[in-house]
DNA sequence: ACTCATAGTTAGACAGCCTAACAATAGGCT
DNA sequence: AGCCTATTGTTAGGCTGTCTAACTATGAGT
């Protein structure tokens, strides 16, 4: 059983390091890299913190303020202070930021459809049936 | 269906965007970056020319280039000159790097495999069923 | 009030990807 | 044979996104 983990790890990783040039093939074109939408649908519900937004991303602190920086010169988010910790920085999605938002998602929602719909109905099943368990992996490898 | 569809490309493309970061956590540690195991795992079976390691890797032959270039510098790849078309370079692994492959994949398996662990025996179904579906999604995204 | 922890920014470096331009070889066509 | 176009790979130069280290400002506990 364990071997059959080790088996099942292997392959895994082979079809997710090659869907990460998926990722990047479907953000091609566009205004917004993959990583600004990104932050922007994290933050279309609710502002967030800098820090918070490093840790969902996974990536360092430092970064998040890089990508904050370049999302605001663009006017699609504005910085707030946090009224109960003047340390903090909240980081807001502006009108515009929601619109371009949009119009990003909806692009990138076409493409992936167009590859989807070349998967046999029961192959999209597969992968409809997949999705919460590795959602939960995602999560697993985030402490 | 067609609605459908887009909702599936939006959950796949949400869990995908994490999924990246999910191999960068497991491949962390360890002197080999992920393009650089991917690599070696390519050329594990038999020597591939520069071109299809691009194709292959989703990127572009000056990029491969220099990839290999690197390999090669670390004693883990060599060029052999292809006898059927004095144009093109042949990457073969050498002892030295298929030593170390094994134990980068080994170690990464590991991690990937204590991630699985944590899935119920269902999820693992799950994930294990999807996984030509998105071999074959990722290849629809090739052209 | 002092001290240590936390939030964010700035500075500097590096990996990995890209396009454009180039050299060398292959292969078809006259 | 000779020429012309396509293919293979490298080199040069630039850009994005990440990192660590060092710093500032604020919070929180003693």
């Known amino acids: 059983m364990s071997e059959n983990l080790e ?17 990047r093939s479907i953000d091609a074109e566009g205004e917004l890299s993959t990583g600004q ?17 490093a840790r969902y991303a996974g990536i360092r602190v430092p970064s998040s303020t890089e990508q904050v920086i370049k999302l605001e010169a663009a006017g699609l988010v504005e910085r707030i ?3 109960s910790d003047a340390r ?7 009108a515009t930021g929601r619109k371009k938002l949009g119009e990003a998602n909806k692009r990138r929602n076409a493409n992936m ?3 989807l719909g070349t998967l046999s109905a029961g192959e ?20």
């Open 113 to 115: 459809a167009a590859a």
């Open 124 to 143: 999209q099943l597969a992968v409809a049936n997949a999705i919460p368990a590795i959602a939960k992996l995602n999560a697993a490898l985030k402490s």
């Open 7 to 23: 088996e099942l790890a292997s392959r895994y990783r082979d079809i997710l390091r090659q869907a990460v040039y998926l990722v």
């Open 88 to 94: 903090a920085v909240l980081v807001r999605i502006t």
């Open 81 to 83: 202070t946090d009224e």
């Open 37 to 53: 939408v990104s932050t922007l649908n994290m933050i279309s519900a609710q502002p967030m913190r800098v820090s918070a937004i």
